[in-house]
């Protein structure tokens, strides 16, 4: 399963809204879940199974969708959350991921 | 608290082999399936293999089928990479992750630091 994410990159302010969208090529029902990746590091669960909250993650992550279209919404950016974000499906093996958003300060 | 240490990268020449390692902790080992994410220097994730918990089952990338075998010691709570015919394309850095739930395979919420392979002559 081919997962695409929009945009590639985007730039935004310190308390913006920001939507990263990602689009699957077959539906993967809730078997969607989102990463965060800052740089030098490993990635990071932020939602699991469409949209629930991994423990410690900040309420300010939200995920939503079904079938083959999914967004995550930061509700207001702050600055450690400037970072590249991927959505993975663990619908069908192989587990595929989303080429990543790059979020940039403006 | 849950704990993934890899070690084992390096620099190989093409069509070498490399074995990587990752010592785990903090969790019953033999329950959670264990898997492989690597990432090439600038690009994005991508799944490599994954074992069961009792080691009876195992699935690979079409990418390394047939060169790269996954394995898992009970004794010493190791996991393992052995990467043989290794190409350019397999540089990258390995995570080895763990799932957040005994009943998961690929909801990776635990992710070692990583091990840098790099392939080349």
């Known amino acids: 399963i081919q997962m695409t994410q929009s945009p590639s990159s985007l730039s935004a302010s310190v308390g913006d809204r920001v939507t990263i969208t990602c689009r699957a090529s077959q539906s993967v029902t809730k078997y969607l879940n989102w990463y965060q990746q800052t740089p030098g590091k490993a990635p990071n669960l932020l939602i699991y199974a469409a949209s629930s909250l991994q423990s410690g993650v900040p309420s300010r992550f939200s995920g939503s969708g079904s079938g083959t279209d999914f967004t995550l919404t930061i509700s207001s950016l702050q600055l450690e959350d400037f970072a590249t974000y991927y959505c993975q499906q663990t619908y069908i093996t192989p587990p595929t991921f989303g080429q990543g958003t790059k979020v940039e300060i403006k | 608290e849950v704990q993934l240490l890899e070690s084992g990268g390096g620099l190989v020449q093409p069509g070498g082999s490399l074995s990587l390692s990752c010592a785990a902790s903090g969790f019953s080992f033999s329950s959670y399936v264990m898997s492989w994410v690597r990432q090439a220097p600038g690009r994005g994730l991508e799944w490599v293999s994954s074992t069961s918990g009792t080691g009876s089952s195992s699935y690979y990338a079409d990418s390394v089928k047939g060169r790269f075998t996954i394995s898992r010691e009970y004794s010493s709570n190791t996991l393992f990479l052995q990467m043989n015919s290794l190409r350019a394309e397999d540089t990258a850095v390995y995570y080895c992750?763990?799932?957040?739930?005994?009943?998961?395979?690929?909801?990776?919420?635990?992710w070692g630091q990583g091990t840098l392979v790099t392939v080349s002559s």
């Open positions: 992750v763990k799932p957040g739930a005994s009943t998961s395979w690929y909801v990776f919420d635990s």
